[in-house]
Structure formats: structure tokens, C-alpha cells
């Protein structure tokens, strides 16, 4: 479930120079003379059930006062995508979330540019931000799917328009980055995520789904979507007793309720969150398989109805899960799944409409090695 509270914490943040996006102009180190930007992560390349895509996140920050109209993406002098849904405009801070079709042959330049349109006192300015591109980015990594086989909708799965894509956890002061001459204010380590829900008959419970026990997806086995280490876990969090409620107040402690994170060989970290309390069946330094059954599917945390919410994060620096907030200040990337099939897409709110709306397949698509898209129903 996307994290909906406004998350601060005391941390450092280094390493932003391995992203190399650049200004055309120079401003003061408190960005209030001019437009800055920054990436918080590297482009990367996903490939979903719709088509290939380069994603990468904006950190804009603009002079008081003023306001961002928009983005031009540009390759050359050619506007490749104009962006103009903000999801932040909090004290002259805004995100972008670019997702450009990929080219099937590649880039033919090693810059693209983001042209920032600036209105201030009945004026418009135009600058500009570097971001380099490679020629090819390689493809997702892959791990199989944490849940047994079934019809499972993929709620706020990555699309430009995901709650999920568009979180972010703030950091207490934006963090100045030298090399980019810009200003990173948070980390989304859910930027790739998915809420998965079961499907029987084409619902996702039955009865009334008022009761934890309704939810056809309620109690199954999560299990590992590929082999690790277990470097942090949480248990003890009670669930949400009535689906549609949380029951207690999310803080730093319990927003992800009861959770596994499993180290793989490349340093990147699996999360596998909301599960029943008192139901892991692993513990810290454990190593386990893939496959391997970790928990049982829950309510707990910041969750409003039974599901499991999974995503995959770097970890470079192998950074040291100690404190329960720590894993929510890393960078999400995207992963596929080996195969599946698409049955359809479900409406954007489709677990809260009342009275429930029972989806029917449109398709029996077969897909390999991608992610779905935002709300797809997947079968595998």
C-alpha cells in the first residue's frame, strides 16, 4: 500500500555525484537565485506490459514565488514529452516523474534536455538541465513472483500516474548536491512497487469485505522472490481489523507493519511488507531461498485492506538496515517477473467500489520477463 503520511528523519545523504545531471547556469548553494534541478537516481530502462520506457525522477526547485509551468524533454532541438503533472509544489519544490518511450535501436546523443518553464510577476523564463544518457540501458533484473500462483490484481504497479511512482519519503531539509548544482528533498524506494490483491471469480473477496478473513488474498504464503539474506525484520504489528480502516496511528515504527527485507548477491534489497503479525518464519541473517515461504499475507501497517506490497531498492553502499526507517531511505528499481498472463485491466479504484465491481477478462496476453502496468490482472 502507497505510504500516504509525510515522512522525516535525521540522515546523510552522499553519492549523488554518480548521476551526473548538470546546469547550464550557475545559482547560490540556498537555490533561491535561479531554477536548480537534480536527479535522486540514475535513468533506467523498464519494460512493462504496454512497452519500453526510460524513467527518471526530477528534483526541481524554483525562486519564491514563482511557479513551474512545465517541462520540455528534448533530444536536439526535437521535443521528445511535456510534463506538467507536479506532484510536489511545496515551498518552491517540485517532482517530476519523466517516462519517455524507449528506442528500440537506442539513443542517437548523449544528452537529453529539460527545458523548465518559469512564470514570475507576469513573466516567463526559460532555463535548462542536462541529464546524460547511454547509448542502451540493460534490461530489469529479474526474480519471480512472491506469491503463489493465481489471479492477482497489481495495484499501483510503475505507470507515470502510480501513487507508488509518485511517493516520496522528504528528507527534513533538502540536501544540496555539488556536482549536479541542485537539490535532492527525498528518496522513493517504492517507485517500482506493487500492491498485490487475489482475484476468485473475478472479485477480490467475498461476503461483505469487512473482515480480513474475506479477502481471498488474506493468509497466503509470501514467498521469496529470489534467494538472499534476511538483514531486517519487523513483527509483532497488529493488523487492521476492519478493511477500509487503520486502527492505529503510522509513524516511522509500523508503516510498512510487519515486514521481511532479503539482501540478494548484487546488493539489492527485496521488501515483502504488511504481513500478519506474528506469522515470519525468518529471522536476521537467516539465508533463505527463493521460494521459500517468509510469512503470511496481512493487514498490518499502513494498509486499508489485505495485500502484499513488494519492491526491490538498491542498496550501493550496503547501508546497514538497524532502525525500522532505514530501509525507507533508499532508491526503488525495477525488476520483471518471468512470465504471466494478462487478463485485463481493472479500474484504477477498483477495490473500493461499492457495491464491489466483479472484473472480467478481456485477453489471455502472454508476457516474459517485464513488470505489469498500473492496475493490470495478471494470472501466473
Request: charged share 15%.
Amino acid at each position: 500500500m502507497i505510504y500516504r503520511i509525510t515522512v522525516t528523519i535525521c540522515l546523510l545523504v552522499t553519492g549523488f555525484a554518480l548521476f551526473l545531471g548538470c546546469q547550464d547556469h550557475q545559482i547560490n548553494p540556498d537555490g533561491t537565485s535561479s531554477v536548480s534541478a537534480a536527479l535522486p537516481s540514475a535513468p533506467v530502462k523498464v519494460t512493462n506490459t504496454v512497452g519500453e520506457w526510460l524513467v527518471y525522477d526530477l528534483h526541481v526547485h524554483t525562486p519564491p514565488g514563482s511557479t513551474l509551468q512545465k517541462i520540455d524533454v528534448m533530444r536536439g532541438n526535437e521535443v521528445l514529452s511535456t510534463f506538467t503533472d507536479f506532484s510536489i509544489r511545496k515551498d518552491s519544490f517540485y517532482l517530476a516523474h519523466i517516462w519517455l518511450p524507449y528506442p528500440r535501436s537506442g539513443w542517437d546523443v548523449d544528452v537529453l534536455t529539460n527545458r523548465f518553464h518559469v512564470s514570475q510577476s507576469g513573466r516567463t523564463s526559460v532555463s535548462t538541465f542536462q541529464v546524460k544518457i547511454d547509448r542502451q540501458y540493460p534490461d530489469q533484473r529479474r526474480v519471480g513472483f512472491p506469491l503463489p500462483s493465481g489471479t492477482w490484481f497489481t495495484e499501483d504497479a510503475p505507470d507515470p500516474s502510480s501513487l507508488h511512482t509518485r511517493a516520496l519519503f522528504l528528507f527534513p531539509q533538502p540536501v544540496f548536491d555539488p556536482a549536479q548544482n541542485g537539490y535532492v528533498i527525498g528518496n522513493n524506494p517504492q517507485r517500482y512497487a506493487i500492491d498485490f490483491t487475489k482475484l476468485v471469480d473475478g472479485l477480490p473477496y467475498k461476503n461483505k469485505g469487512d473482515k480480513n478473513e474475506d479477502w481471498y488474498c488474506y493468509n497466503q504464503p509470501i514467498l521469496a522472490a529470489e534467494g538472499g539474506t534476511v538483514v531486517f525484520a519487523a513483527d509483532g504489528i497488529a493488523n487492521n481489523l476492519t478493511p477500509g480502516k487503520v486502527d492505529y496511528s503510522i509513524d516511522f515504527t509500523n508503516v510498512t507493519g510487519n515486514v521481511v527485507y532479503i539482501e540478494h548477491s548484487d546488493g539489492t534489497l527485496a521488501m515483502y511488507a504488511h504481513m500478519i503479525p506474528n506469522s515470519l518464519l525468518v529471522k536476521v541473517g537467516q539465508k533463505v531461498a527463493a521460494g521459500q515461504e517468509l510469512g503470511r499475507l496481512g493487514n498490518s501497517g499502513n494498509s486499508i485492506a489485505p495485500h502484499l506490497h513488494f519492491h526491490v531498492v538498491a542498496n550501493p553502499d550496503r547501508k546497514k538496515l538497524v532502525n525500522y526507517a532505514d530501509g525507507l531511505f533508499l532508491e526503488g528499481v525495477p525488476y520483471s517477473f518471468p512470465a504471466f498472463r494478462k487478463l485485463g485491466t481493472a479500474p484504477d479504484d477498483f477495490l473500493t467500489q461499492q457495491p464491489v465491481f466483479r472484473f472480467t477478462p478481456t485477453t489471455s496476453e502472454p508476457f516474459s520477463n517485464v513488470i505489469p502496468q498500473k492496475s493490470d490482472v495478471v494470472e501466473f
